[in-house]
């Protein structure tokens, strides 16, 4: 076995390959660039190599770079972890030609997988089921309908030079295919000035399915069974599950087989990946194969058992595979969230910072169900923008996939992430919508089920009813603790009552009764209907882990004035309790709607003004740049949506400036 | 007897509905609660015991005989907040507009003398149409007699005036020289001659909101310590806020039990300072990452930014914290910033409050904008105030500690007791840039010789070990054990005795 592993990668999947090679008693080099010099990789090897200035492509992907690490720290193997120099056939040769063992398949298995039209003919082939269609020119609409009746409805007619849409058309049957051809051309002529049309199968319900294979280098290939990753946000994968809730096992060795036939005909060895579309009938198709350790394998070591890292390692020293087909079984089920540095709330615009808390949930039993998570961040650490905004990938395993989705609900609830946006409240979301729930999913899932972006989840009424009923108990442990100031006028000591009224998200406010025993509170509402609360929530403490009625409930708390902010289930609110005098009082109060910022240029991060480009008075076009903005060592031109007039310029260069102050005012 | 009994019954009620429904209406219309509601809010429930309730003028001019309502516009007494005793005025707009007449503010004084007497707060609200006109000169002789005792309290007991509707003309001075002012926002105001008269004298065109609104004087004139979106959270914000305080200079800042370790590490500490010393970084995570649970009670948030002020607890009590804020002007002393820590020094000083400092300080900020407007002596100010404290006084130094801002800085010169520095202190006269280019001005030419010196410097300064030398500070420590030492340092200091010299008093350069 090699005694010392080099990692040409970083952030999670670095320390993933660490910690496997630490297991295996291999020590471990990281390398890592300027923005990464307290990076948590480069904590956990055992040496590191400095490589470069931050941006990739002047240290991480920078072959001569890696190679001089390898050598100056005598490392005798180099896994390349996704992404990167993973599938760079030039990285693999000049491993070879270096002699250091590549923790990868061979360079010609890359190369031919890396072509779109190679793998395609050869996984033809190899008997690999494909996207049916013709490639050659068509000549006119009745050969358009003959081909399209071969393929099958429905199809889609393309433009070769297409693309935004256009010159595309999709056809259930002959006579939609004989006008989609003759439009699809005309508008290509006019379009692209190039009519060229071919036609392939339109695959409905698409659903992304793809097999884990893993192969020696003694002739030895098996599948790992199948993940499921159809929830995708701008083909970016979010979440991924093994197995797929849609598989049968016969498609599922059918497809296993067909992965592994395509591994045997490109000779390839260690871990790889098919990806395939699956449409609603179980039809599937070959899209591509992937020459690495995938993102999402976790999910597939989970049901499998099999540490896919350590395999990679032994494959690559030459050992053979110690089992074969028939002992891969899938036991139980596993999910996969990624939690990304995106602001949910912003389009999931990228969002950077120092994470001045982050708390994963514990790895180990949670529920019915064990908690993974892949990370490459701590807390105090800083999000850059020079790479992934991927930060961790959550992962639970349980029995049954309604006891991982359950486990996952609850480790999302208990990430603690703040000083940068995240996504941890979208992953919530659709952790509890009823598509994923089913299994019924497709890859159009997001943009169907969010055309709008993401704004939130709005509990329904039972589970408000128990994050007030959870937020009543807490409150009075926070005001008994009040009342317990020294320098308290003795026999006249504040005495806090029973009866609270608890508005939690802004609706109609519920009055109710906590009475507190030993074990916890019984919270009773105006209807009769009472809440059993017990739980160890002391204040301060910014994760209160309740039960509500025997059932776990996880709050993310701040406090608030009379009340506190709650982040649970993907929603995010504010809760307050109050005495009911106190709230007869609220209720007085005006509603202060938010004042009206469309006339404002509001600054969208916290930054320094470098330049000011207009003038009061001065009238801007839409897209006109109106200042700059430097943040994060970056410069952010902001222009101006609309044509207007400026009527008041609040900054000038110099000035730091915070999120949402004003910048300038327009008339 | 029964009739008797019911006659006092009927007075009450009388008295409780002020100024009668419709003025109470028309109060909730605007968005603000009536003198009594406020005081149930301030209060804990039930604790509040009326005082003068049956108090009426005794103007006769302008027909005020036939106008006499119980109260007069006032309501005063005391109950409990949290179980510990406070005096609270509220004025009472829907009687006579709360306007102030002789008797209104004799009633002001009576519960100002017994607090003073008895060691506990005050805390005024203020919504009051101004002086009753009616009454002429009476009516100024009650505002006079209110200030002479706003000024015999100041230092004996907190006194906390919340600005709940116009405060306007000589009104505004007995808040002014109150310890905190809060206001709400949108229905709270404070000028001293209002935008009819400004139109008149100077041709400015402003409004009221714009002359003296909460966000004019939270961000602008500093007046205010804070604002709030209404009445209700205004009161609950005032709760908190007097759990943090002493009733008293005869008692020690209070203690509460708290639920937080305090040898908790905060390893992400280590990582706060950038490794560039010229990004910024939030201090408050420091301040966060200190305190009990992570409680911040801060005072002009909104003014001066680069400095931070506040109440933290440590060990459940009641501590100070002035802090540089590098995230805004690097953190730089100027006079704004200068005149607001050394206010809420000496605040913490009056009431026996132990103060932290966290330091990350390139200087005083240059420039004839500040040199004309005094940053001399408004920087003297901040020094003085540190100098003549006596309370523990514990300081971290987390980056720079440069110049005159250092030793301004709670720094062991000014009898500073325990004074800390995170390995990545830098404490020198200036960075290490300006120092070369005065010692080695010969070299100016040669960029190279500089670079060469600018570094050699920065080895021999950049750092807290020279300090630590001579003992200038005590201990450099580990950032991420800065909660554990600061509160062991204020443990050791709990029984800390330092007088100053008498004096009839100093003469701090106001």
């Known amino acids: 076995m090699f005694d010392k592993i080099l990692i040409a990668n970083r952030g999670e999947i670095a320390c993933r390959v660490i910690k496997t090679a630490r297991k295996m008693g291999i020590r471990t080099v990281a390398v890592y660039s300027d923005a990464d010099k307290q990076a948590l990789h480069v904590q956990m090897a055992d040496e590191a190599v400095h490589i470069g200035p931050p941006q990739a492509n002047q240290s991480y992907i920078v072959i001569d770079k890696i190679m001089a690490a390898i050598r100056s720290s005598g490392a005798q193997a180099v896994h390349p972890g996704y992404g990167f120099l993973s599938e760079n056939p030039k990285f693999a040769e000049a491993l070879e030609a270096a002699g250091i063992a590549f923790v990868g398949p061979p360079k010609g298995a890359i190369e031919s997988m890396g072509d779109k039209i190679t793998s395609k003919k050869i996984a033809q082939e190899a008997g690999v089921s494909t996207v049916p269609g013709y490639m050659g020119l068509i000549e006119d609409a009745d050969e358009a309908v003959k081909i399209s009746g071969e393929i099958g409805y429905p199809v889609m007619i393309k433009a070769s030079a297409g693309g935004g849409g256009k010159g595309m058309r999709i056809a259930w049957n002959d006579q939609e295919a004989r006008e989609g051809f003759q439009s699809s051309k005309n508008e290509a002529a006019n379009s692209f000035g190039d009519d060229r049309i071919f036609i392939e199968k ?49 498609t599922r060795k059918a497809m296993g087989e067909q992965a592994v036939a395509l591994a045997k005909a490109v000779g390839y060895t ?136 359950e486990a996952q609900r609850l480790a999302l609830d208990t990430f603690e992430v703040e000083g940068i946006g995240h996504n941890l409240p979208f992953l919530s979301a659709v952790m509890d919508h009823p598509k994923f729930v089913s299994g019924d999913m497709t890859t159009a899932f997001i943009a169907e089920e969010y055309p709008d972006g993401f704004s939130g989840v709005a509990l329904d009424e039972p589970a408000r009813r128990r994050v007030a009923a959870a937020c009543a108990a807490m409150n009075r442990v926070a005001e008994i603790r009040r009342t317990r100031v020294s320098g308290r006028l003795d026999n006249h000591e504040r005495r806090v009552g029973e009866n609270w009224v608890v508005q939690a998200g802004g609706e109609v406010p519920w009055p109710l009764v906590v009475k507190a025993d030993h074990g916890g509170s019984t919270v009773t509402f105006e209807d009769g209907a009472a809440l ?32 506190f902010r709650i982040r649970t289930r993907g929603a995010d609110m504010k809760v307050h309790v109050r005495s009911p005098r106190q709230a007869e009082l609220a209720a007085l109060m005006p509603e202060k709607l938010p004042p009206d910022t469309s006339k404002l240029l509001l600054c969208p991060m916290p930054g320094m003004i470098v330049k000011v480009d207009v003038e009061a008075g001065q009238e801007v076009q839409e897209g006109q740049a109106l200042c700059t903005v430097e943040a994060m060592k970056m410069e952010n031109i902001l222009r101006a949506e609309r044509r207007g007039v ?22 | ?125 203020n919504d009051s149409g101004g002086a009753r006109i009616q009454e002429g000169v009476d009516s ?42 809060f206001m709400v926002k ?119 930014k680069n400095m931070i002020t506040g109440f933290i607890r440590l060990e459940g009590q009641t501590v100070g914290v002035v802090a540089n804020q590098p995230l805004v002007l ?47 002596k408004h920087g003297a100010k901040l020094l003085f105030a540190y100098g003549e404290a006596t309370v523990p006084k514990v300081t971290v130094i987390t980056r720079k500690a440069y110049g005159g801002a250092y030793v301004v800085m709670a720094s062991k010169h000014l009898r500073s007791d325990v004074n800390y520095a995170w390995p990545t202190a830098e404490i020198a006269v200036m960075g290490a840039k300006g120092a070369t280019e005065i010692i080695h001005r010969a070299d100016l030419g040669d960029p190279d010789k500089i670079a060469a010196h600018a570094a050699e410097y920065e080895d021999r300064f950049a750092n807290p070990f020279v300090a630590a030398e001579r003992g200038f500070v005590d201990e450099v420590i580990q950032p991420r054990s800065t909660r554990k030492r600061v509160a062991r340092a204020f443990a050791m200091l709990r029984n800390k005795k330092l007088q100053n010299p008498w004096k009839k008093h100093d003469n701090i350069p106001l």
């Not at chain 1, 970016?236 to 016969?250: T, Y």
């Not at chain 1, 260069?653 to 910048?663: E, R």
Request: aromatic fraction near 8%; hydrophobic fraction near 40%.
């Open chain 1, 202 to 250: 339109f695959v409905t319900q698409p659903r992304h399915i793809e097999i884990q294979v893993l192969a020696d280098q003694h002739g030895n290939a098996v599948y790992l069974h199948e993940r499921e990753c159809s929830i995708q946000r701008r083909n970016q994968k979010v979440v991924e599950e093994a197995p797929s809730p849609f598989l049968d096992p016969e």
């Open chain 1, 270 to 405: 260690s871990a790889g990946t098919v990806e395939f579309i699956v449409d609603g009938d179980k039809n599937f198709y070959f899209l591509e194969m992937n020459t690495r350790l995938q993102v999402e394998h976790p999910v597939t070591e989970l049901i499998t058992g099999i540490d896919l890292v350590e395999q990679m390692i032994r494959v690559a020293n030459g050992e053979a595979l110690p089992f074969a087909q028939d002992d891969l079984k899938i036991n139980g089920w596993a999910i996969e969230n990624r939690l990304y540095a995106e602001d949910p709330y912003r389009n999931f615009l990228p969002s950077i910072g120092r994470l001045t808390r982050y708390r994963p949930p514990a790895e180990g039993a949670l529920g019915d169900g064990v908690v993974r998570n892949d990370t490459g961040v701590y807390e105090g650490g800083e999000i850059s923008m020079y790479y992934d905004p991927m930060i961790a990938k959550l992962c639970t395993w349980a029995p049954t996939r309604a006891q991982a989705i």
């Open chain 1, 532 to 563: 059993r609360v017990e739980g160890d929530w002391t204040p301060g403490d910014s994760l209160a882990r309740m039960r509500v009625d025997g059932v776990p409930l996880v709050l993310k708390v701040d406090k608030i004035t009379q009340g």
């Open chain 1, 646 to 667: 400026v009527s008041r310029v609040n900054a000038g260069p110099g000035d730091s400036l915070a999120v949402d102050d004003v910048i300038m005012e327009f008339e």
């Open chain 2, 1 to 125: 007897m029964k009739d008797i009994l019911e006659e006092l019954q009927a007075r009450r009620e009388n008295a409780r509905l002020g100024g009668g429904e419709t003025r109470i209406a028309a109060q909730h219309a605007r968005g603000k609660l009536t003198a009594r509601e406020r005081i149930e809010l301030l209060l804990d429930e039930d604790s509040f015991e009326e005082y003068d309730t049956f108090v009426a003028h005794r103007c006769t001019d302008f027909g005020m005989q036939g106008n006499r309502p119980y109260g007069d516009g006032v309501v005063t007494g005391w109950g409990t907040i949290n179980g510990r005793m406070v005096y609270v005025f509220s004025q009472d707009f829907t009687v006579l507009g709360g306007s102030v007449s002789a008797t209104h503010a004799a009633k002001i004084c009576k519960i100002m003398d017994m607090a003073m007497q008895n060691g506990a707060p005050v805390i005024g609200i």
């Open chain 2, 140 to 181: 100024l002789a009650g505002y006079g007699e209110v200030f002479q005792r706003n000024i015999m309290a100041s230092g004996v007991v907190p006194q906390i005036s919340l600005i709940m509707g116009p405060c306007a003309g000589g009104a505004v001075y007995s808040p002014a020289m109150t310890d905190f002012i």
């Open chain 2, 186 to 304: 949108d229905s709270s105001y404070m000028f001293v001659t209002g935008p009819d008269v400004v139109k008149t004298v100077t041709n400015e065109q402003v409004t009221a909101e714009e002359l003296g609104g909460a966000s004019t004087h939270t961000r602008k004139s500093s007046v205010a310590d804070g604002a709030f979106e209404n009445d209700v959270e205004a009161l609950a914000e005032v709760r908190r806020l007097v759990d943090f305080l002493p009733l008293s200079n005869r008692e020690k800042p209070p203690v509460r039990p708290f639920f937080d370790d305090v040898d908790r590490v905060e390893t992400s500490l280590d990582t706060l300072v950038p490794e560039n010393p010229n990004l910024p970084y939030d201090m408050k995570e420091l301040i966060l990452k200190v305190a009990d649970e992570g409680d911040f009670y801060e005072i002009q948030e909104e003014f001066a």
């Open chain 2, 330 to 376: 690097a953190g730089v002393l100027d006079i704004d910033s200068a005149r607001k820590a050394a206010r809420f020094v000496r605040f913490c000083d009056c009431f026996e409050i132990p103060i932290l400092t966290l330091v990350d300080v390139p200087g005083f900020l240059p420039g004839t904008g500040q040199e004309y407007r005094g940053v001399i």
